[in-house]
């Protein structure tokens, strides 16, 4: 924060110094070809940029506080705590032991993948025998049920049959009384 200040008062500085006049001149009277060097003013340097027609635009650039005073000390570096520790050499035993240790993590990571297959495996199983038998069962209460609607359905229809038949005997038997007594009133009559 104390650079961004000390930038913007040193900028503040050579406003001031530089003339008045000099910059309303430039504005009532531009140059038709615009310079195409810069200029320098102890720690500022203005550099005029040819991107308008209208008028003059300049791209002032501040040097950096630590360009300004040669007697200021040089930056920190960075803590300790930010920088890699140096790298040190590993010996064969120890690089025998990453090995085997991660050999080892391999083998149990492995065997970890096959128990969880083999619980789902298993799990897979009693999903399955489960539905089967619930399938089954299923089945079978069907089949009684549609075996019971059959048994009911057949005892309807002879029953049915039956109340048809009787009537049948009813009417032979109501025809034959009726025939009767036509024959007895002819032979009565005649």
Known sequence: ????????????????????????????????????????????????????????????????????SPDR???????????SPPKRDISLDE???????????????????????????????EVLHKAMEENNNFSKMAEEKLNSKMEAKKANREAYLNSLKQRLREKEMHAAEVRRNKELQADLSG
């Open 95 to 125: 690089l025998q032991g990453r090995l085997e240790a991660a050999e080892e993590r391999r083998k149990s990571q492995e065997a970890q993948v096959l128990r969880h297959l083999a619980e789902r495996r298993e799990h897979e199983k």
């Open 73 to 83: 000390p040089s930056p920190l570096a960075s803590p300790p705590a930010l920088t």
């Open 1 to 68: 924060m104390k650079t961004v200040k000390t930038v913007k008062t040193a900028y503040t500085e050579k406003i001031k110094e530089m003339s008045m006049m000099s910059l309303i001149c430039s504005c009532l009277y531009p140059q038709t070809s615009y310079p195409t060097t810069n200029y320098q003013f102890g720690d500022l340097e203005v550099k005029p940029i040819n991107k308008r027609l209208s008028g003059q635009s300049f791209e002032v650039i501040l040097k950096s506080p630590t360009d300004l």
